[in-house]
């Protein structure tokens, strides 16, 4: 293999190798996206409850709490996305996890309000 060959042959594993970097980052991206978008569904949720007649004090402050925790992670998430930055598989799953605890209080508030046990 000439040394033309063996460059060529460098260049075109490169060039996957970073396809392949790019198609990631564009899931991790879109998956941000719609975590962020799940957010802002489940915080009108959350405002909702918070704001009618008589809640659950306890699942107010579940909710409150469960909230402010999924901002944190949420908000580097949405700085990430926002400046072009690269989006790690971790920020994502930290970003995740944090909205599956407002979605579980969430569920927990409907489940009060529907059984009456306010």
Same mark, same amino acid.
């Given at each position: 293999m000439t040394k033309r060959s063996r460059l060529a042959a460098c260049a075109a594993i490169l060039s996957l190798a970073t396809l392949g970097a790019c198609a990631n980052q564009t899931n991790l991206r879109k998956a941000a996206f719609d975590t962020m978008s799940a957010y802002h569904v489940a915080a009108t949720g959350a405002? %909702?409850?918070? %704001?009618?007649g008589s809640v659950n004090a306890t699942v107010k402050a579940d909710i409150k709490t469960a909230s402010a925790a999924a901002l944190v992670p949420l908000t580097t998430l949405d700085t990430a996305v926002s400046n072009g930055n690269t989006v790690t598989a971790s920020e994502l799953a930290t970003a995740e996890s944090a909205l599956a605890g407002l979605q579980s209080a969430l569920s927990i508030a409907q489940t009060t309000t529907t059984t009456g046990s306010n």
């Amino acid at each position: 293999m000439t040394k033309r060959s063996r460059l060529a042959a460098c260049a075109a594993i490169l060039s996957l190798a970073t396809l392949g970097a790019c198609a990631n980052q564009t899931n991790l991206r879109k998956a941000a996206f719609d975590t962020m978008s799940a957010y802002h569904v489940a915080a009108t949720g959350a405002e %909702a409850y918070l %704001a009618s007649g008589s809640v659950n004090a306890t699942v107010k402050a579940d909710i409150k709490t469960a909230s402010a925790a999924a901002l944190v992670p949420l908000t580097t998430l949405d700085t990430a996305v926002s400046n072009g930055n690269t989006v790690t598989a971790s920020e994502l799953a930290t970003a995740e996890s944090a909205l599956a605890g407002l979605q579980s209080a969430l569920s927990i508030a409907q489940t009060t309000t529907t059984t009456g046990s306010n």
